[in-house]
């Protein structure tokens, strides 16, 4: 599969690596082009340029920009993403661990809005980027499950796969008007994560109690 990315931090390097790894090619792409090259060259990935030409290249774009940077690329360079599959991972998340879209769209609603006729996926937002880079990531012998959040099918298809390629397991969590609901979950994980030193597994019970526990049999 042909991947561009737009941006060079640390989730453009995690993501990207990953996908490296299980035989794509991925283009990176960012403002700074030495940075890109830099990123590109280290984790042997097809190319390197502008943002432009990241967007050109990939029948899959990954959207590794902070918040307030994301809908004003994606405006920017939206002829070069007509009909392509962007997955958006942005957290906007404020200080005080504040949803920062509260009251407005969501991250991944403002990125289609910006580009109609691309097809968004918001998907790996809950998760640091040290996660990503595990090879892979498995928690007392289960796989990692990623959420992801979109309105089409061969987008979402796409998503699926590239969530299986970093080792992961993806689970539906609905349309794109769902992803403001994985941006709010991340909030309240990070401020429990960071604020309260809580481990955020424990505040649900295990599925077979999702409904409460069930009297034995007879």
Not at 145 to 168: F, M, N, Q, S, W
Request: charged fraction near 20%; glycine fraction near 14%.
């Amino acid at each position: 599969m042909k991947i561009g990315v737009l941006g060079t931090g640390n989730m453009a390097d995690a993501l990207a690596t990953q996908w490296v790894r299980a035989g794509h090619e991925v283009f990176v792409g960012g403002r700074d082009e030495q940075k890109a090259q830099r990123l590109a060259t280290r984790i042997g990935g097809t190319g390197h340029g502008s943002l432009r030409s990241a967007a050109g290249f990939g029948e899959v774009v990954l959207a590794a920009l902070p918040y307030g940077a994301g809908a004003d690329t994606v405006r920017e360079h939206q002829s070069a993403l007509q009909g392509k599959v962007l997955l958006d991972c942005a957290n906007p998340v404020g200080p005080g661990f504040r949803l920062l879209t509260e009251g407005g769209p969501s991250a991944a609603r403002r990125l289609a809005a910006a580009a109609p006729g691309v097809h968004v996926v918001k998907a790996f937002n809950l998760c640091h980027e040290e996660v990503w880079r595990m090879t892979p990531p498995v928690f007392d012998g289960q796989p990692l499950t990623v959420p992801i959040c979109g309105d089409d099918e061969a987008a979402l298809a796409l998503a699926r796969k590239l969530v299986r390629d970093t080792g992961c397991e993806p689970v539906a969590g609905g349309g794109l008007d769902r992803a403001g609901l994985l941006e709010a979950t991340a909030a309240l994980f990070i401020g429990l994560w960071v604020g309260e030193r809580a481990d955020v597994r424990a505040i649900a019970p295990p599925l077979a109690y999702a409904t409460g526990p069930r009297a034995e049999s007879a």
